[in-house]
């Protein structure tokens, strides 16, 4: 459980979040609002990238803000970034081993193993010894879930990642990002605006207006709420 | 060459690619490459070539290691430092200073003066560690500078006792003694060759590392590096660490080619952007771009200079295509480095 209290990131006049206060179960959590919301300045709080005014982040138990930022990782934090960041110049094995060996102690010892699970879990066997250039946008959004499940994560925070990806693509990475919680035993945030993304995915959900929790609950009750409908998508259709 | 990147991944390369596709695809290519490239470095170059240009490839040999150490640096994780001349001529001093005070055998001293470049280029790299692009090579400019009237003030060693090891009477100046095994210049050449080529591989051997990955990861996004659990600012000062360690080395080798007395213009600031400007000409990325780089520094610049343009203008506009292709670079890689800052 990750539970969130009193949140507060400023930046100058700016009040990118406010005193946000919300308990993330485990499991698949989706975490949705309008542009500006506040949802990639709650991933960087988390990160360590920014650092907020006031509150606290406790995750299974561990207070998440009083760790470094690269620390975290080591703990069981991942994350991917709206704009892919898969390493051009490695090969899809070496992206994955680069996460794996700088967050887990374990060194050389589970590395191959570890890193051919995460490959396998994303469907990525096959272009493994491939640098990461020569692949298309597809792949290069699996890597970065491979690299988000290697190791023993904790916590997965997933920022858009399946911007860009046409439809039946991001279907398949819905599946795997729905299976993250048992087969990787961590649990995930999704961020998205692709609402039939989050729906598959995640059977609870939050939503952020201006910084605020708005809403929260089982994702189709909250996709139901008329607050939401109308701070989120300003009609009362759901597309 | 588009074959190439759309074909699935496996040990051999695919039969329907053109032949020289085939060949540098090839896993030996590179290794086969290096040793025809050593081999003629060694033997086909001093029997092909007389002493004036011995004494060019000399050079080449010695900047073909500070251009690597400073393309990797810059290609590797994205630091632009102009302070890799400065790491230069403290190897070169230090090596000098030892060289007459003891007994210690040439290559022992060589990691000496590494040694004592890695320290202090790790501290040039603490305070640089919070800026980039532009910003970095100003502050390490600053170093060079610095670098620069440290040596004016102290000199190079050349026989003397006390600290400075300076002699001031023309008569007792002395050069720096070579390994027993390399005394004539064509042998020195060949060790320094040697010594290049040592300094390559290990380059080449932590690049494939642990420590080359978390590079790779730092020069994409400094974010995503962080994210992923790098120590970012650990990395950046082992990239500095091992850069001043190449270049001091190679300050080390430059010692005892030089007769006598050594002269303090391979050290200053237009030599550390001199070196920047040929390491972009080179490419950065890999490793033969050093190699290249050097080359376009030495001999090539030597050839010009003598049998096509004849004339200094000419030379000063070889010169300034340099510094028109290194000041391109830097705007450029400060534009990408404002861009890849954390998105909000």
Redesign the interface.
């Known amino acids: 459980m990750i539970d969130v209290e009193d949140l507060s990131v400023h ?1 100058g006049g700016v009040v ?1 979040l406010d005193q946000m206060t919300i308990q993330f179960p485990e499991g698949a959590c989706g975490l949705i609002g309008p542009n500006g919301a506040g949802k ?2 709650f991933f ?1 709080v988390l ?4 650092t907020p005014r006031s509150g606290r982040v406790v995750a299974m138990g561990q207070d998440l803000l009083s760790m470094p ?6 703990w069981g ?3 991917t ?3 892919e ?1 898969a ?4 090969t899809v094995f ?1 992206n994955v ?3 794996y ?3 887990t102690r374990s060194g050389k010892a589970g590395r191959s193993a570890a890193v051919e699970a995460a490959l396998e879990f994303v469907g990525l066997t ?5 640098t990461v250039r ?1 692949l298309g946008a597809k792949e290069r959004r699996f890597i970065e879930v491979a ?1 988000a499940v290697v190791g023993s994560p904790k916590l997965i925070l997933l920022d858009e990642p399946a911007a860009g990806l046409p439809d039946a693509e991001t279907a398949l990475l819905g599946g795997i990002i729905r299976s993250i919680p048992e087969r990787v035993g961590a649990t995930v945030i999704l961020v998205d605006h692709d609402m039939s993304l989050v729906q598959a995915c995640c059977d609870w959900t939050a939503v952020l207006d201006f910084g605020r929790l708005l809403a929260s609950g089982p994702t189709a009750e909250v996709l139901r709420d008329r607050n939401v409908m109308r701070a989120y998508l300003g009609t009362e259709e759901v597309a | 060459m588009t074959a ?3 074909t ?2 496996s040990s051999a390369p695919p039969a329907h690619l053109p032949l020289l596709a085939r060949i540098t695809t090839n896993r030996l290519f590179e290794p086969v490459v290096v040793v025809v490239v050593l081999l003629v470095g060694l033997f086909a170059i001093p029997s092909f070539f007389d002493s004036y240009w011995i004494a060019n490839f000399t050079q080449l040999a010695v900047f073909s290691i500070v251009c690597a150490s400073a393309g990797l640096l810059y290609g590797r994780v994205g630091l632009v430092s102009l302070g890799q001349v400065a790491s230069y001529g403290i190897g070169c001093w230090v090596t000098m200073r030892l060289a007459f005070a003891t007994t210690l055998p040439y290559p022992v001293l060589l990691v000496i003066g590494g040694l004592v470049a890695a320290v202090i280029g790790v501290m040039i790299g603490l305070p640089a560690l919070r800026v980039s692009g532009l910003y970095l090579a100003l502050v390490t400019l600053m170093l060079a500078a610095g670098m620069e009237i440290v040596l004016e003030r102290t000199g190079f060693p050349n026989g003397g006792t006390g600290f400075k090891g300076v002699v001031t009477t023309i008569s007792d100046i002395k050069a720096t003694r070579r390994p027993s095994f390399a005394g004539t210049d064509v042998a020195y050449y060949r060790f320094i060759v040697v010594g290049a080529f040592v300094m390559f591989m290990l380059a080449s051997y932590v690049l494939s590392r ?1 420590p080359g ?2 590079w ?2 730092i ?3 400094e ?2 590096a ?7 600012t650990r990395y950046k000062l082992w990239a500095f660490a091992l850069a001043a360690f190449m270049a001091g080395v190679a300050g080390g080798l430059y010692a005892g080619s030089v007769p006598k007395g050594m002269s303090i213009d391979a050290f200053n600031r237009q030599s550390a952007i001199f070196l920047i400007a040929v390491v972009i000409m080179g490419g950065i ?1 890999s490793l033969w771009g050093g190699l290249l780089g050097a080359f376009f520094a030495t001999c090539l610049l030597k050839y010009l200079t003598q049998n096509v343009f004849g004339h200094q203008f000419w030379t000063r506009f070889a010169l300034s295509l340099f510094g028109f292709g290194l000041l391109a670079n830097l705007i450029q890689n400060t534009r990408i480095a404002e861009r890849k800052g ?3």
């Open positions: 930046f990118s990639t300045t960087n990160s360590g990238f920014v930022d690269y620390k975290r990782a080591r934090l991942r994350r970034f709206q704009t960041q390493i051009e110049k490695l070496d081993a680069t996460v060996e700088h967050s096959d272009v493994a010894q491939q020569a690299r | 190439v990147v759309s699935p991944a642990k990955r978390a790779a990861s020069r994409q996004s974010a995503a962080l994210a992923a659990g790098i120590d970012v990325y954390v998105e909000a």
